[in-house]
């Protein structure tokens, strides 16, 4: 008896995208249309990118979960939040940043097999 099956054929149109029409650093080839959503002013793309990037694999918990917020006190969102004037900003030495550069780049060590590169986009979104 032979099993039958029939699979939905969901066809992704890639797209070639050049660096020189919407800014980014090198040419791509995807399936994400960014051109559109760059056009359409949805998103904004970081302008050094995309770039290639060649994956490591580690067991370090500090590289596979990085911390992407770094806060100059405790509780520095919530004073930030209550806070009425740039002022109160400024003299509560309150500062908070965000570092995306290691978000992508590692996976576990049981996964080395794959020797896998990524293409990493970062954009923000709005609407």
């Given at each position: 008896m032979a099993l039958e099956y029939e699979c939905l054929n969901f066809r992704l149109k890639n797209i070639d995208l050049k660096k020189e029409n919407i800014f980014l650093s090198e040419d791509v080839d995807t399936y994400i249309n960014l051109k559109k959503i760059y056009e359409e002013n949805k998103a904004s793309i970081v302008s050094t990118e995309p770039h290639l990037e060649k994956i490591e694999y580690t067991d370090s918990q500090d590289k596979l979960f990085p911390q992407i917020r770094t806060e100059s006190c405790e509780?520095?969102?919530?004073?930030?939040?209550?806070?009425?004037?740039?002022?109160?900003?400024?003299?509560?030495?309150?500062?908070i940043s965000y570092s995306l550069k290691d978000i992508g780049r590692f996976k576990r060590t049981n996964w080395a097999f794959q020797k896998e590169w990524r293409y990493i986009i970062h954009f923000l979104l709005w609407d």
């Open positions: 509780d520095a969102v919530k004073k930030f939040l209550e806070a009425k004037t740039m002022s109160d900003i400024t003299q509560g030495n309150i500062s």
